[in-house]
T-cell receptor
Framework: NAGVMQNPRHLVRRRGQEARLRCSPV?????VYWYRQLPEEGLKFMVY????????ESGMPKERFSAEFPKEGPSILRIQQVVRGDSAAYFC????????????FGNGTRLTVT | DQQVKQNSPSLSVQEGRISILNCDYT??????FLWYKKYPAEGPTFLIS?????DKNEDGRFTVFLNKSAKHLSLHIVPSQPGDSAVYFC???????????FGAGTTVTVRA
């Protein structure tokens, strides 16, 4: 399966701990996007990255959240000092960056903060 | 601010009949629209898209209609099949922009 791979699928963290979510894009895709889905809501844009660069992080909370897409390895979404409100499904998507090319989504990581 | 709205949270339809899903948007800058399908515990899967230069796009059993003046689009699935039971998300963006604005989704149940 050459699709977007996300791990872990499920992640449980206690309040105050750190959560690290990983995303490997479709082979050949250099554009990665993170979206968050809260219960009963649609997906909300968080951040857009290209290799080694953050292009747009306007949807990401200013504190505790960070994202990276290093030259080698997967993209990482990091949430420090998690709170209960961070509980959600986090989806990663990738694209080749061409106009009107739809995003390909991974199966998501469901984060539960206890 | 919810720029894309799907006002029907659920839809139940008999197998073989037509499913019609509706979506409204408020941002007049949007010119590219997509529908995604999502099964439980999976990510959204791209279904069909339409740009604002068209008012209809068809792909097999799936047809998307766009009414720009009403800022409304719809997805028709005909005939509906049991495997179509899923959550359908409407999404919109400005063509070339990477930020998709999603609706809250419509859960479709196809009854045998």
């Amino acid at each position: 399966n050459a699709g977007v791979m996300q791990n872990p699928r499920h992640l449980v963290r206690r309040r105050g701990q750190e959560a690290r979510l990983r995303c490997s894009p479709v082979k050949g895709h250099s554009h990665v996007y993170w979206y968050r889905q809260l219960p009963e809501e649609g997906l909300k844009f968080m951040v857009y990255l290209q290799k080694e660069n953050i292009i747009d992080e306007s949807g990401m909370p200013k504190e505790r959240f960070s994202a990276e897409f290093p030259k080698e390895g997967p993209s990482i979404l990091r949430i420090q000092q998690v709170v209960r409100g961070d509980s959600a499904a986090y989806f990663c998507a990738s694209s080749p960056g061409q106009l009107d090319s739809p995003l390909h989504f991974g199966n998501g990581t469901r984060l539960t903060v206890t | 601010d919810q720029q894309v709205k799907q006002n029907s949270p659920s839809l139940s339809v008999q197998e073989g009949r037509i499913s019609i899903l509706n979506c409204d948007y408020t941002n007049s800058m949007f010119d590219y629209f997509l529908w995604y399908k999502k099964y439980p515990a999976e990510g959204p899967t791209f279904l069909i898209s339409i740009s604002s230069i068209k008012d209809k796009n068809e792909d097999g059993r799936f047809t998307v209609f766009l009414n720009k003046s009403a800022k409304h689009l719809s997805l028709h699935i005909v005939p509906s099949q049991p495997g179509d039971s899923a959550v359908y998300f409407c999404a919109a963006s400005v063509l070339g922009d990477y930020k998709l604005s999603f609706g809250a989704g419509t859960t479709v149940t196809v009854r045998a």
